[in-house]
């Protein structure tokens, strides 16, 4: 089946740590992208990335940081200078036109302690 | 700057009942339109888009939305809801000119009641 998976589902980390949200895709995109849900603010975008070995901040992009090594993996780590991280992150992909819809990933629902 | 309001929080309507879940965008380019949909602790699913041409677009699971440039809006409708269709709905805007970036509304949760 294609997709996207993230991995775990659900995470508890301590106040001050630093932690790593897993983004795979089989769909052979392009694009991928972290967004962050919260509760009445709908979704906000983190980073994204449109090719592989690169990609760009995203409106609340302070505190994150990504990576790009390949065109099927987009790990998000939230960093310890991230001031509120309890939240719901969605990964998702698409292709690179502007046209294209995006697939989303089950998200992961990260809880800091 | 592009930008999505969704000016409803929550929308209830009975079960065979059209349904309407409003959006309005601004966007300085031409408008990619589009319309997700979320069920409990799950992530998003496409349900429709609209690039060009004819300003009534259809989608999955029976939803159509309604492009209309004059008034900026894309409100989701259906024409006879069902109790399934409950979930919180999203518009989302691009254009070519913001680097392929989405904006995405706050979401309407909408319940429809037997």
């Keep these: ?113 | 700057a592009q930008s999505v309001a969704q000016p409803e929080d929550q929308v209830n309507v009975a079960e065979g009942n059209p349904l309407t879940v409003k959006c309005t965008y601004s966007v300085s380019g031409n408008p990619y339109l589009f319309w997700y949909v979320q069920y409990p602790n799950r992530g998003l699913q496409f349900l429709l888009k609209y690039i060009t041409g004819d300003n009534l677009v259809k989608g999955s699971y029976g939803f159509e939305a309604e492009f209309n440039k004059s008034q900026t809006s894309f409100h989701l409708k259906k024409p006879s809801a069902l109790v399934s269709d409950s979930a919180l709905y999203f518009c989302a805007v691009r254009d070519r000119t913001n680097a392929g970036k989405s904006t995405f509304g706050d979401g309407t949760t909408l319940t429809v009641k037997p």
Aim: charged fraction near 20%; charge should be neutral.
């Design chain 1, 1 to 113: 089946d294609g997709g996207i998976t993230q991995s775990p589902k659900y995470l508890f980390r301590k106040e001050g740590q630093n932690v790593t949200l897993s983004c795979e895709q089989n769909l052979n995109h392009d694009a991928m992208y972290w967004y962050r849900q919260d509760p009445g603010q709908g979704l906000r975008l983190i980073y994204y990335s449109q090719i592989v070995n690169d990609f760009q901040k995203g409106d609340i992009a302070e505190g994150y940081s990504v990576s790009r090594e390949k065109k099927e993996s987009f790990p998000l780590t939230v960093t310890s200078a991230q001031k509120n991280p309890t939240a719901f992150y969605l990964c998702a992909s698409s292709g690179r036109s502007e046209t294209n819809e995006q697939f989303f990933g089950p998200g992961t629902r990260l809880t800091v302690l």
